[in-house]
């Protein structure tokens, strides 16, 4: 179980990274286009992906997932709302990956094994919620991949 969380240890910092040199593409004058009303931008991508970390380190460490989705939700728009600019994304980004990569740590063989109750009829295994931070913040920097192709930038990034 050592060599699956170095993995899922390795793999939420190299996610983060590629997020971040991705973002980095994205013009100043972009960060804030979304390709319809209701699409969110590079930058709200940013600040989501940023939060987001920081939630599944929670759940990691808590060895439980949000039992209240409305207040989780909340607190996470809230949160992303409150992240305005590049260098606060970013800081918050790496922050939130280190506290992944510590409570990935905390982990036993025992946990790493369990299944987490979501409170809503549904339960997911450990090992799911281990990989989630790699998952989510790849998918994000597929998002931004395709931003970017909008307004015209068919380079390669990744």
């Not at 990935?104 to 450990?126: H, I, N």
């Amino acid at each position: 179980m050592r060599e699956l969380i170095a993995l899922c240890q390795t793999t939420a910092v190299d996610s983060m990274e590629q997020f971040l040199v991705v973002l980095s593409f994205v013009p100043e004058d972009k960060l804030t286009w979304a390709p319809s009303p209701t699409a969110k931008n590079a930058l709200q991508i940013a600040a989501h992906t940023a939060v987001t970390a920081g939630n599944f380190a929670k759940m990691i460490r808590d060895r439980q997932l949000p039992q209240d989705v409305v207040a989780h939700l909340d607190r996470t728009n809230k949160a992303e709302a409150a992240l305005t600019t590049l260098p606060d994304i970013e800081a918050e980004f790496r922050r939130n990956t280190a506290e992944v990569v510590e409570a990935l740590g905390t982990l036993t063989d025992e946990e790493v094994a369990m299944r987490l109750d979501s409170g809503q009829g549904w339960s997911a295994p450990m090992t799911f919620l281990m990989n989630l931070p790699t998952l989510h913040a790849t998918g994000h920097t597929y998002q931004l991949d395709y931003l970017q192709t909008c307004w015209g930038d068919l380079d390669v990034h990744f």
